[in-house]
C-alpha cells in the first residue's frame, strides 16, 4: 500500500560549525496538497530545501519517497526523483530564447542534434492546459519577470516534475499575476501533483495552502490545518511572540511642503528612452507618499536623480532650497535615505558595525578633531544606537557588516538613517526580504518618524505595505505617475490596474 | 570590551601566523630545490648541497669560511648593513602596493612610479651645483621631487580610472612601459651620463659626484664597511606615517571606504573620483620614495638605457606587500625579508657552486608561497566564517571575495616573476 506521503523529510538535522541549522524537522508532504513552508530569515528553510535538493547532507534524519528511504545526494538525484523547484532568483539563461531555457538540460537528441520541433508541441499543449501565456521563441532578457516564472514553470513541468518547490514566488508579481499564480498552483494540486510553497506572505498562505510547517530558530515548531488557522496564529508561531500585523497609524497631519520635485527625468541605463520621464509631485512634512509600481518601472532611477546618485534634469527643491544641482554630501544635510541596495549602497560589507553608523558623519566634529576619527565617540555612538534599535551581530560594534544577517544589516542602516535626523526620510523597499518581526518594527519606527513631523517618501514594491502603510500612493508606470489616491481612496484590486498599466489616471480625468 | 581585545588578537594572529608558515613553506621548498639541483649537478656534492640549504637559511649570519674551508657564521656587519640598504625600496614599494590595495586598487605601476622617481631625484641631485645650495637641501629637494615624480605618474591610472573606468592594472602596465622609454629619452639627451670614468658606458653619474648623499645617522658605525644609509629609517618612517593615514583619520576612512565599496562610498557623499586618484597618487609618492632613496644612497650607479626592462623592485614590492597582507607596517617586516633573501642569494654565489639564479628560483617560490598566507589564513578564519555563513543565510557567493583577490594577485605576481626571467 503506497504511503500517504509523496515525499517525507523525517528528523532532519544539519549542522554547521558552531550552529544548528535544522534542528530534528520533519516535514511531510501529501500527495496532491499544498503545503506552505513558513519561518523568518534564518530559521533555515532554504537549508531544508538544500537538503532535499542534495546540496547539503544531512547529519541525522532520512528522506522518503513513497514511503521508501531515497538517497539525495546531489539535484540530479532530486531532479531523478521528480523533484522541481522555482527559484527566487530565476535560474535562466538570459541570451536563450524560452524554448532552448525551458530543454536545457532535458534535450531530445538524434544522432546528436537537439529536437526541437517535438519539444515545441509539447511545450505548446502545455502552456495552452495551464494557460501558460509565454512567448516561445523571445530570448528570456526580453520578457517580463512574470513570463520568466511562467517559463520557470514550464520548465518543471517539461520535466514532468510531480513535487513542485516554490520559493517565494510572489514577490515580483503584480496582484493580478498572484491571483492567477494561485490558481495554477490549485490546478497543479487537484491534478495530483503536490507543491511545497515557502513564503513570508500570509495573507498568500490563508488563500491556497492545505497545510503549514512552521519553523523557528532552525526548529521544528509545528504543522497545522490551514483551514483550522488565521494570519495572527501563525505569525505568532513564526515569530514566537505575538505580532502586531496591521499598522497603527492615527490619520496624517501633513504639513508644510518638505520636497518639492518638478518635471524630473532620469536617463536610463538600459534604454534610449528616459527611465523617468518628468515626473512632478511633492511631499510634505508628516505625510507618508508611497510611490508604487511594479519593481522596474523607473523607481530606482527617480529615487538616484532624487538622491543625486544620478544626473537628473528638472528641478527639486528640498526645504526651500533648490538642490538640483547639489552633490550627494548636499542633500544629504536634510535629506536621509534608506537605499534600495543595502549591499551596494547601504553598507560598505568589509566595514565594521560601527565604521558603517558612521559612513555619512565621520567629518562632523562630534567623531573627528583635526582629520583624526575618535574612536570612543564612535565607538559610544555606534554602541548607544545598536542598542535603541536592537542591531543584533556577533561581536556588537566591531562585527563586520559582512557577518550580520539580512534583518539586523537593514536595523542598521535604519538605525542611522533614523537618528541623522533630517526632516525628509527617503525609504526604498525598507523591509524587502524581511521576516514579519522586523517588518513590524520598521514600519512603526516610520509611522513614528511621520508622527514628528518627518515627511517620508517611500518605494515599495510589496501592495500590503503600500495599503497600510502610506498617506497619499503615486503610481509609477513606465517612468510616469499615472494616478495619485488619498489612503481609503483606492482598492488593492484596482491599484493593481494601475501598477500594470490598464489604467492610467489623466485619462479618467479626460472623461 | 575584553571579547573585543581578543578577537582583534586572534584576526591579526591569525595575519601573522598565515605569513610565517608561508615563508616557513616557502623556504622549504626552496631548501628541496637546492637539494635537487645539487644532487643533479656533479660539481656539487652532497655537503654541498647541505651547506647550500644553510646558506638559503642563514645566509645574512654568513661569515665566510674559517681556515679549514667550514662553513662560519656569526653577526657579519656588511651583510646586515646591506640588507638594510637593499631593504629600503623594497619596503616601500611593498608599502606603495600595499596602500593601494586597501583602496581596493592594484598598483601593478610601481616599476613605472619607481623609474619616475628616480629620474626626478637623479635630475634634482645631479643638476642643482652644491657650490650653489648646502648638499643637504639638494638631497631633502631630490627625495620630495622623486616623491612628487611618482605621485603624479601614479595619479595618471587613477585619473583614467576615476574619470573613464579604466582598468587600472592595464593603465598601470602602460605607464610601466610609458615611463621606462621616457626616462631613458631623458637621460640619454642629458648632460648627467657618466663619461668621467671612461670604463663605464650606459650608467649616469652616482649623486656624490654632485656632494649629494642620504644622511647615515650612525648606522654606518654599527654595520662598518656596508652601503647602509637612512634610507631604511625614512622607509620605517613613511610605513608609519601611512599606518597612522590609513587607520585613524577621517582621510584613510574615506579612501578605504571608496576602495571597499565605492557605491555605498558615493551614497554616503564620499566624492569617489577624487579618492581613487589620491590613492593612486599617493601609491605613486611611495614608489618614487623608493627609486630616490636608492639612488640618493651615493653609491649606487643608475643603468639608464632601461628601455627594454622593468626595475624588479617595482614588482617585488607587489610580493611584499602580499606578505604582508597589505598592513603598512607588516611591509617593514615582509620588505626586510624580501632583502635578506637577495643576500642570502648572493652569499650562496660567493661561497658555493651554485649560481645566482636559484636564488631568483627560490624568491619565486616564496612569492607563490606569499599568495598562499591569504588562502591559509581563509582556511583559519574558515570556522569563522561558515558560522557566520550559516547565520546570515545570505549571499554565499559575496562572501568568496577575499579568494579571487588572493588569486589574482598570485597570478599577477607569477606573470611578473616570469617577466624578470
Redesign the interface.
Known sequence: MPSEYIIEMLHITKV????I?NDDITLQLRRGEIHALLGE??AGK??LMSVLFGLYQPEAGEIRKNGEKVEINDPNDATALGIGMVHQHFKLVDVFTVLDNIILGAETTKLGFVQKKEARKRIEALSEKYGLRVDLDAKVEDITVGMQQRVEILKMLYRNNEILIFDEPTAVLTPQEIDELMQMMKDFAAEGKSILFITHKLNEIMAVSDRVSVLRKGKYIGTVNTRDTNAQELSNMMVGRPVQLQVSKTPAQPGEEVLKVEDLSVASHIHKRNAVNGVSFSVRSGEIVCIAGIDGNGQTELIYGL?G?DKSSGRVTLCGHDISRA??????EEMS?I?EDR?????????SLE?NMV??R??EPRF?SG???KNDAVREYAEGLISKFDVRS???P?TRA?????GNQQKAIIARELDRDKPLIVAVQPTRGLDVGAIEFIHSELVAERDRGKAILLVSLELEEVMSLSDRILVMYEGEIVGEFLQGQVSAEELGLYMAGAKKQGEAAAE | MK??ES??NSDSFRTLISSLISILIGLLAGAVIIFIVGLTNSSISFSGAVEGIKIVLFGVFSTGRSAGGALSFGFNPVNMGNLFFRAAPLVLTGLSVAVANKTGLFNIGAPGQYLAGTCASLFIALSIPSSRMAPGLIWLLALLGGMLAGALWGSIPGMLKAMLNMNEVIACIMTNWIAANLVTWLFDISKLKNTAEGTKTGYIYKTTYNGVATPKFGLDKIFAGSQINGGIIIAMILCVIMYVVME????G??L??CG??R????????KDRRNIILSMAMAGAMAGAAGSLYYLSGNTEFFWSTYQSLPAEGFTGIAVALLAVNNPIGVIFSGIFMSMLNISGMQLTYLTAYNEYITDVIIAVIVYMSAFSLIIRTMLAG?KK??????????PG??EQTLPDAREMASSSAAVKEKEA
Open positions: 554547521f560549525p558552531g550552529i541549522a530569515n534564518g532554504s537549508t538622491t546618485l552633490s550627494i554630501s548636499k542633500r544629504g535615505h537605499p549591499h551596494k549602497h547601504g553598507l560598505v560589507l568589509d566595514f565604521q559612513l555619512q565621520f567629518n573627528q582629520g583624526f576619527i556577533g561581536q556588537g566591531v559582512r557577518a550580520m544577517s539580512g | 571579547s573585543r578577537f582583534r585613524k583619520t577621517t582621510f576612512f574615506q578605504k571606504a571597499a565599496n557605491y555605498a562610498a558615493k551614497y554616503a557623499g564620499i570556522r561558515n558560522i557566520a555563513g550559516a547565520n546570515a543565510n545570505a549571499e559575496k562572501r
